[in-house]
Each structure stands twice: as C-alpha cells, then as structure tokens.
C-alpha cells in the first residue's frame, strides 16, 4: 500500500483525514498516465464539456476537436437519447487518449435529460416519504442506468436546505426544510449511487436554499454568516463528507460574509473552495464547479477568464466550459506568470485519474449497444418508482374523515380535472373504483366561466374532487394555478353542500392557495405513476404514508401528514412488486391477438391480479370483426354463465352466512312448490355441484315459437304493462313468462339416476341456477338483480357489472354479440345473449349479468377476501372458502363454482392447483381465483359474434393458454 498526501488521495477513502491509502495497482497507474501526457494534456483534463446527442453533426465534430486535440478529461450529457448517447459515448472515448468522466446532470433519473428513459421522484418528492430505503434504491436504479450507458458521475443528489419558499431554481429539487431530514436523504441517494459504482457530487455547496435568485440567469447574494451557514446550509454536505460523497459541486451565489470580493461567485472565491471547503471542512474529494456558462459567473468574466479564477479558486474540475482553448490559454499564461504553477495543476488531475481509476476507467470498454434500451428500462425500476411515490403522496387535510372513501354506496362522485384533457391516468383509475362523473378543463387559466358551466352537471352529485395538473415549478407564477381554479374550489366549498377534495398533482409549496380545504392532498407531481397512486390513495387501495417536507403556510407546516390504513380494495401496480415477469406476461398479447387474427373472437379484455394487485389490464381488437370500434378497459361485456357465481351463488353464499340456509336441507324446505314433484327430493348440496339430476336445459324459447298463435301470446312488439320483458329492443314478452318457464322447469325430466343407487352423476346444467334464483328471492323477500345491486354491486363500487345494462350505460359501451337469425332475428347488443335469461327481461339465475373485467376482478377479489374488501364484511364467515371446495369424488365442481380437473385438460391452466374456483361463460369468458397464490384471471370476449357456433376460442385453447403464461410470470421465491 502507498500513502498519499494533501489532496492527491484516492476519492474511495473521502475521510476528514491529511493521509489516504491508495492500492498499489491504482497509484501506478495513474503515475503511468501523468508520465505520458504533456503538461499543456494535464490541463486539458481539468476541462468537462457538455455534449448533447440531440444535436446534429457540426457539434458532434466541435466535440471530437476538444478530445482530440485539447484532451479534455471528460463529458457532461445533456439532452438527447440513449442509444444516440451510447453511440457518442463510444466515438468519444475512442478518440480520447485518455479515458474520459462521463457526467449527467440526472437527479430524477435519465428521463430528466433523454427521451424514451424512466423518471423517478424529485427530491422534494422523496423528502416526504419516511422510509430512506426508497431513496437508496433509487440511487441504486439511477446508477444501474447510467453504468450501462457508461456513465460515471451522476450530478446528484441536491443538498440544499429550501428554507426560502420563493427560491426559484431549486424548490422541488430539494429534500426540504430541514437540515436533518436532508442530510439523511442525501447520504441514502449518495449511498445507493456509489455502492453501484457512479460517483455522487452533492450540490451546490455551501447551500442554494435560501435564494430568490435564479444562479442560471444572475447571481444570487446570500448575506449569512458562517454561525448560520454551519448551523443549517453546510451540515447536509457535512454530513454527505463523512458518508464519503466522492464529489461536491460549488454553487454560483455571492456570500459577502465569506468574500467580500464584488460580483465574485462563490464558484471563483479561493476563500469558499479552499479556505472553507478543503482547508476548515477538510474535504478531500473531487470539487466541481457549477456550469461556467450560467450568468452567474459568465455576466462578469470571459471565457477563458472565469475557468482560471475557478483552477485558482481550488476546483478540480471545470465544468460546461464555452471556450476551452482560450481557457488552456489564459492557464498556461498563469503559469508563466507564476500566478499558478504546474504542481498545483497536477494535483487536481492526480484527484481526476483516481476518480477514474475508481470508475473502472483503467479498463475502460465500449458501452455495448446490443439490447441497451432494454437493459436500461429494467422492470424493477418501475416497482422502485412506484413505491416512491407510494410513500410520498400526503393527505395534508382530512377534516372530516372522508378520506379514504368507504361507502361507496353513500357517495356520488363528480371528478372535475383542471390542466389535463378528458383522457388521462389520474381520472381513468378514479373510474375503476367507483361510478365517476368526470369532467376536465385543459386551460389551466380558463376562465370563470368555463368552471361555472360545470356547476349545474355536478348537482347531483355529494363529493367533487378536484385535481389540479400540469402545474409549473415557479412561486412568481404562482405554480401556474389559474385565478378561476381558485374561485371555482372556493365557490363549491362556500356556496354548496358538496365535500370538496382537492388534489395538488404538483409543488407541495401551493398548497397555501388551499389551506382553508377540509380535503386537501399533495401528489406532488402530475407524473402518470403519481395519477395512478393518488386515486388508489382516495379509494383506500393503499394507505396514505407521506407527510410534508415544506411549511406551504402558517396552516400547513412541515411535517404534516394524515396517516390513513388500506382498505383491502384492489391496487394496480407493476408485475415485479408482486414476484411476477412483466415480459412473460407480455406473451398474453400473441396468444391474444392470435385469437383475434384466427377469427375466434373479436376483441377480449385480459385482467390478471396478484395479491392482490392488478398487474396486467389490456384490451385487444374491436367490438367487431369491421374494426370500427376498439375495445377498451370500460367495455362491458355480457358475462353469461359466469353470472352463476357472479350473482345468484354471491346470494346463496349471503344466506348461508346468516344461517339461513342448510345446504343439505331439501330444495323443496325452500320451495314447497316442488313437493309432489320429481324434484321434492333433490338437495341443495347436489343443485350447487350439478349432480341433482336435473337436464342441462329445456325448450323453453322452442316452446314460445310452436306456432304463429303461440309466439304472439307469449311476446308482443311494443312494451306494455302486459308485455314488459325486453327480450331485444322492439320485442317484449309476457309478464307471466317467469311463471310458465317455472312450470316447465318443475316439469322437466331428470337424467336417469346411477345404478347404484347413490343419486345422480354430474351433469352440467342451467336449470340448476333457475331453482338457486327461485331459492336465493323467496328467502331474501326480494328479486335477485335489486338485492345484488343494494348488497354487492353498489357498495363494491361497480360501475358497469348488472343486469339489463341499457339501464345505466350507453349501447355503445357494450360489446355485440350474437347476429341470432333464428329466435330474436336481429344483432343482439345489449340485452342478455342467453335466450332464457333473455325470455325474463335478461335477469336470471344462470346468465344477464354484463360487466368488464375490471368490476368482475373487484367481485372475485371480494371472494378471494373470504367477504372483506373496502372496509366491509359482505361475508362474515369463510363461506368462499367452504363453497370453494371440491365435495364429491367424479364430480370436479364446488358448490356452485366450477374447478380444475384433476387429470388436467379441463377449463383450467394445468398449473392451477386445486384450490382455484371461477367459472366461464358461453359468450367467450372466464375467471379464475386461485387463493393458493392469490391470484385472479378474467379474460372477456364475445366469441359469440356474429356467430354462436365459433368454437375457435375452444378449439386453439385461448384461454387456457393465456392462464399458463400467467402462472410462467410467477418468479420463484429465492
């Protein structure tokens, strides 16, 4: 091992301490290069230059001269693209004779700098969460990135202390007020950089917090002594030094305290850099300056000039020079005139070569291009963004405990949002929680009277949320709020008796325009992620965790934070936060087109959750094979047998929770109607599992259609009290047709019974769901669709799952199904597919119910839950359970879901273990609950268009295939 002395020590080590340690191996080789470069070459190494990949091939050449001929030590990326700045990065450093630094200034990841890259939480954002860790895993991904991308200096993080509210220039940049809670931040971010091989310089040294001065266009005068700057500014970077931040970038401010010197910028002040910094803090890392291009040092000296007065000042480092060679020049010519000797200049480039030499430098390679952009858009940088906003959104007010939102049931929701257009991700996932009547205003300065047009559209409702986006970052501008945003939150809370939610997508420091909100929540930014996570907040999907990292006002100081507890409602999230392949499951779209271009359905909605998290919701193809219409996540579609466990089975599982039923109890306890009937005898454990001996069906519309005579007593073509059940929109059946669909199914022959005696064999049958219809309405006193919707659909939320859905949605909203040519003689869309069910007005027990995927996961989900989901105990006992259950041997089935077979080949993945329940439907659907991995599948079509006899959705094992690459994405636990 040799010691080294006074600066000349490895960044690695970063002690307070006079003597380093350096390895063997890294002092000979930086001996090795200093030996071989001039000493006009050991200048230009001082020098780091911004390049940007966006720019054309003129700049690209002015940057080869500088390496070429001027041997400038390194490169700080701007704007541009990743493989673009992978492909320079690789012509640079082949040009450069010595391996150069390459710096991005990236503090919210490369998406701050290149297009097609992640973004991750600004500082601000990160300073409200209360957990490190996040920011240390962001350090993490952010070095992960930029190493592939062969990088080595990462201008984060921001150790300024934002004490100032007007600070124009770093305000969300920063961690927060509070010196503490951003010194322990920094060293998170700082950690989680280096410990992935990525230099961390903290800035801007001494502290940018307290200005009201952007340094990028003047120079900021900051007027505390050093009392106060020990006190509060410098104890963040004091802090970062013993956690061994490898670099340090000098900020552009006037601090007359410390150098009195006029319009001199901290950046040149030899008293800051080396009085302060290196001499009394004793800092021995690698000193930036901030760009010398910013007005702040560039307003009062020329090129060339203000690189010198920095060197001499005792930085390391000249960043974003505009003018090298007359830069090397004016040093040169210093150092004739014995204002600078070479020594001096030799040790800043030893402190370079180290850092180098740290970076990997010594053996540096080309950045391969092969699979780059993949490799940087990691998955596990999306589970680390996610959680970061997560635990940063704040509920800053909650007066009245509305938050998070329970009784759904109780609540008519309007969303009014302001700076965004009527698509976007923060209304869409309100909209999967509950019924949302959605307004939104792109304006963000509209006038009064585009808000008060609104008014008379939300009166019905009781909760407004109001959600302000794509809000600007300046305090002078007042964050971009317009004046009528403010009047019209105003006049909903002073003039109406509506509660009032209002959500700031944007800086935590506007809140004090809404401090007098009873409801008031901080997203902190408008970014798709933070749209996601702030309605999942709302609804009680996850908790609410952060607290404020600033005083917005005298109201709401630092620290303020509602702390809310889930509600067990479903959340949507990334594959990977729940040990599952994001790629894997992007096979579903091949299986799933593959099914559209073979013709075996249209369109399909594909919905898979785990533990509870949505993690894959896509919808393909169109409502038709003309492709006029795409399908969406809120197309609904007819659900068909899946209405068995959907609705009637939810009703009988309800009363066998309040013990009103005994499920070895005769059917006909229930309905004494059957005594004397073939069916007096059957059990209401046989009619769940379908071995009661009951057909799979009768007649019933062949019935209606005998004759002439016949077909006109049974239906008519107008609606009257007589006719009022819409089998199709122009053609109505008789109100007594309930009672004589009744009376044929009592009729109805069973199958022959076993031959040994021991009842019936399964046999799959509609009739089965007649007679649980009949049984679930006599005991609750009411009819099935009423109870479901008061008891189940209302208060879940459910927007689109119910019967007759004509009712309540456009027809437009709803996938077609079958072009029936034979009984209804029309396109069917929106009304039941199922001729029976469609015979009683499209409510029965075995098909009518229409949902989208979305509604029916929040219903399985509830199940999976054993009843408890969004507060609420729709099961007090562990019926799913007990009805999920295989009952008989020969029989697959539980009481009343369907199962997997045991041999496999059934409507299963054969990878579902036994324990998984669900159900599929004729029309082209299936859903699937496996509580053994806490997993959900729903997939939706209308297979059935135009024609009922498609069997291709069956024939290439579509859904079954789609179930298999789900359990595939389930990574193995370690």
């Known amino acids: 091992m040799i010691l080294i002395f006074l600066g000349m020590g490895p960044l690695m080590s970063l002690k307070s301490s006079e003597q380093l340690i350096v390895n063997v191996k890294e002092q000979t080789w930086v001996d090795s290069v200093m030996t071989s470069l001039t000493p006009e070459q050991r200048i230009g190494q001082l020098f780091m230059v911004a390049a940007y990949s966006s720019k054309n091939e003129k700049h690209f050449r002015e940057i080869d001269t500088l390496v070429s001929r001027y041997g400038i030590g390194g490169i700080m990326f701007m704007q541009g693209g990743p493989v673009r700045q992978a492909k320079l990065t690789n012509r640079f450093q082949s040009e450069s004779k010595v391996p150069m630094l390459i710096a991005m200034d990236a503090e919210w990841g490369l998406g701050m700098r290149l297009d097609s890259s992640m973004q991750f939480a600004r500082q601000m954002t990160l300073g409200a969460m209360h957990e490190d860790k996040y920011t240390y895993l962001m350090g993490r991904e952010i070095a992960l990135k930029m190493k592939r991308l062969g990088v080595n200096v990462s201008f984060s993080p921001v150790l300024d202390v934002n004490v100032n509210a007007a600070n124009p220039v770093i305000g969300n940049r920063s961690f927060g007020e509070s010196k503490e809670e951003v010194a322990r931040r920094g060293v998170a971010y700082i950690r989680g950089l280096q410990d992935h091989g990525v230099i961390a310089v903290a800035k801007h040294f001494p502290g940018h917090g307290d200005t009201d001065t952007d340094s990028h266009l003047s120079l900021p005068v900051i007027t505390h002594d050093m ?40 950046t040149l002040s030899r008293p800051l850099v080396t009085g302060l910094l290196k001499d009394k803090m004793k800092y021995r890392g690698l000193v930036f300056t901030d760009a010398l291009n910013m007005k702040g040092v560039s307003k009062y000296y020329k090129p060339g000039e203000v690189d010198l007065k920095a060197l001499m000042a005792g930085n390391d480092v000249l960043l974003f020079p505009e003018d090298v060679p007359t830069a090397i020049f004016k040093i040169k010519e210093a150092i004739a005139a014995g ?37 940087i858009d990691r998955p596990l940088s999306s589970v680390v963004q996610e959680q970061l906003y997560d635990h940063a959104v704040t509920i800053v007010q909650n007066k009245d405990r509305l938050l998070p939102f329970k009784n759904l049931d109780t609540l008519s929701i309007a969303s009014v949002a302001v700076g965004v257009t009527e ?17 939104s205003i792109s304006d963000r300065f509209a006038p009064d009277t585009a808000f008060m047009k609104i008014i008379p559209k939300i009166k019905d409702n009781n909760v407004v949320v109001v959600s302000i986006h794509n809000m600007n970052m300046t305090p002078a501008k007042e964050f971009g709020i317009g004046v009528g945003t403010r009047a019209f939150i105003k006049y909903l809370q002073d003039h109406t008796n509506k509660k009032v939610v209002v959500v700031v997508m944007g800086n935590a420091y506007s809140l004090k325009f809404f401090e007098n909100s009873n409801t008031l929540v901080c997203g902190f930014e408008d970014h798709p992620v933070a749209q ?56 579903i779209d091949n299986i799933a087109l593959e099914a559209i271009a073979y013709a075996a359905t249209p369109g399909a909605q594909v919905m898979v959750i785990k533990d509870g998290t949505v993690v894959f919701n896509k919808s393909y193809g169109y409502y038709t094979y003309a ?62 599992t379908h071995q009661a001996g009951l057909l799979a069906g009768i007649p019933a519309w062949q019935n209606t259609l005998k004759s002439i005579e016949t077909k006109k007593l049974f239906y008519a073509s107008r609606q009257t009290d007589s006719y009022p059940n819409e089998v199709t929109p122009g053609f109505y059946s008789i109100k007594s047709m309930e009672d004589s669909l009744w009376t044929w199914t009592v009729k109805s022959r069973l199958i022959p019974a076993r031959k040994d005696g021991k009842g019936y064999d399964y046999k799959y049958s509609d009739l089965d769901f007649y007679i649980l219809k009949r049984v679930a309405e006599r005991l609750l006193n009411q009819p099935l669709d009423e109870f479901m919707d008061q008891n189940f659909y209302a208060p879940l939320g459910l927007s689109t799952m119910t019967y007759k859905p004509l009712l309540k949605l456009p027809r437009e909203a709803i996938a077609p199904t079958e072009d029936d040519k034979y009984f209804r003689h029309n396109l069917i869309w929106g009304t039941v597919h199922d001729q029976g069910a469609a015979m009683l007005g499209g409510v029965a027990g075995h098909a009518g119910l229409f949902s989208n995927a979305n509604d029916l996961a929040i219903l399985l989900q509830m199940n999976l839950q054993n009843g408890k989901y969004g507060g609420h105990d729709y099961f007090t006992n562990n019926v799913v359970t007990e009805f999920s259950k295989k009952q008989f041997e020969g029989n697959r089935r539980g009481l009343g879901w369907d199962k997997p077979e045991m041999e496999g080949g059934g409507p299963t993945s054969s990878m579902a273990p036994q324990s998984t329940f669900g159900h599929t439907g004729f029309t082209g659907t299936g859903a699937w609950v496996d509580p053994e991995n806490k997993l959900i599948y729903v997939f939706l079509s209308n297979r059935v268009y135009p024609d009922g006899g498609n069997n291709k959705l069956v024939k290439y094992n579509i859904r079954t295939r789609i179930h298999d690459v789900i359990y595939k994405a389930i990574i193995p636990k370690t």
């Open 532 to 587: 996601s996570l702030v309605p999942q907040m709302l609804f009680g999907a996850r908790g609410a965790k952060g607290s404020l990292p600033v005083t917005a006002s005298a109201k709401l100081k630092a620290g303020t934070g509602v702390i809310t507890q889930p509600l067990g409602r479903l959340k949507y999230g990334v594959p990977e936060s729940v040990g599952m392949s994001s790629s894997v499951l992007e096979q």
């Open 339 to 375: 204002k600078l000797t070479q020594d001096e200049v030799d040790l800043h480039v030893r402190k370079i070569l180290h850092a180098k030499y740290w970076a990997g430098l010594n053996n540096s390679k080309p950045v391969a291009l092969a699979n780059l952009q993949e490799e």
């Open 423 to 439: 698509y976007n991700k923060f209304q869409e996932t309100l909209g999967y929680y509950a019924p949302i009547n959605k307004f």
């Open 227 to 266: 009392k106060r700057l020990s006190d509060v500014e410098l104890y963040p970077f004091n802090k970062s030094f013993e956690a061994g931040v490898m670099g340090v970038m000098v900020a552009h401010l006037y601090m007359p305290k410390i150098d009195s010197t006029k319009n001199l910028a901290t």
């Open 627 to 688: 492709k006029e219409k795409p399908v969406t996540s809120s197309t609904v579609y007819d659900i068909a047998s899946i209405t068995k466990v959907a609705a009637t089975l939810q009703a009988i599982m309800f009363l066998k929770d309040q013990g009103k039923i005994n499920l070895d109890a005769k059917v006909s306890t229930y309905l004494p109607e059957l005594k004397g009937s073939n069916k007096e005898n059957i059990v209401m454990r046989d009619v769940l």
